[in-house]
């Protein structure tokens, strides 16, 4: 069973959301085509959907700005600007994307006193999702992951996956991500590679199907 895990590709992330990754939307129709020729049995999507009060976020810390580094809940937190805020059009999937093909939404970051960049649990480790054992129950031997941000959202969820599906082959598309800080990009993919994650392209991809 294979499965192809599309991670926040939402308006918030792509240029003219709150929370932009430099070429955001460029992931969009390569996961389309991974979507239509990549031969995945299973189609699943991550969904940032925040509380308007998310703790992440800089605005819920006087006098703090975005992208400093703040606390939540006495640990370290990188401070957003408001983003992927639920029922916003910022928290919706691109429009370009297409939707049909995705068979389980998996929202995530919904409390708003953890923040939440995996798709399989929250920061503090301690709250999950569920998405793991969605995953076991449909019998998924391979999990392919992209989308945004690669250093944050993409990397967290690689080594979840990693960590909470041991008999998985997980891999991360890497011409389907984009990321925010290319210095945080590369110590991702060290970390993801260091942790027997597989590093891929869409034409490898598409390339086992042909």
């Not at 129709?29 to 800089?58: C, K, T």
């Not at 999937?93 to 970051?109: A, E, N, Y």
């Not at 923040?115 to 054992?133: H, V």
Request: charged share 20%; aromatic share 6%; hydrophobic share 40%.
């Amino acid at each position: 069973m294979k499965c192809l895990l599309l991670i926040d590709i939402q308006n918030g992330f792509c240029t003219g959301g709150n929370l932009a990754v430099p070429d955001g939307e460029a992931v969009v129709p390569v996961a389309n085509r991974l979507m239509a020729e990549g031969g995945y049995d299973l189609i699943v999507a991550s969904q940032d959907w925040h509380p308007a009060d998310h703790g992440s976020f800089a605005s819920q810390h006087p006098g703090a700005k975005p992208f400093e580094m703040g606390t939540l809940n006495g640990r370290p937190q990188m401070l957003w600007p408001d983003h992927c805020v639920e029922e916003t059009v910022d928290a919706e999937f691109h429009p370009q994307l297409d939707k049909s093909r995705i068979g389980f939404v998996q929202r995530k970051g919904m409390d708003p006193d953890v923040d939440s960049y995996s798709a399989f649990r929250d920061n503090d480790q301690l709250a999950l999702t569920g998405l793991a054992d969605y995953l076991a129950a449909k019998g998924v031997t391979r999990l392919d992951l992209c989308g945004l941000a690669t250093d944050y959202c993409v990397r967290f969820s690689a080594l979840d996956a990693r960590a909470m599906l041991p008999s998985v082959n997980v891999r991360v598309i890497e011409d389907a991500c984009r990321g925010i800080d290319p210095t945080g990009v590369e110590a991702a993919y060290d970390a993801m590679a260091a942790a027997g994650i597989g590093l891929v392209t869409s034409t490898t991809v598409l390339a086992e199907e042909a």
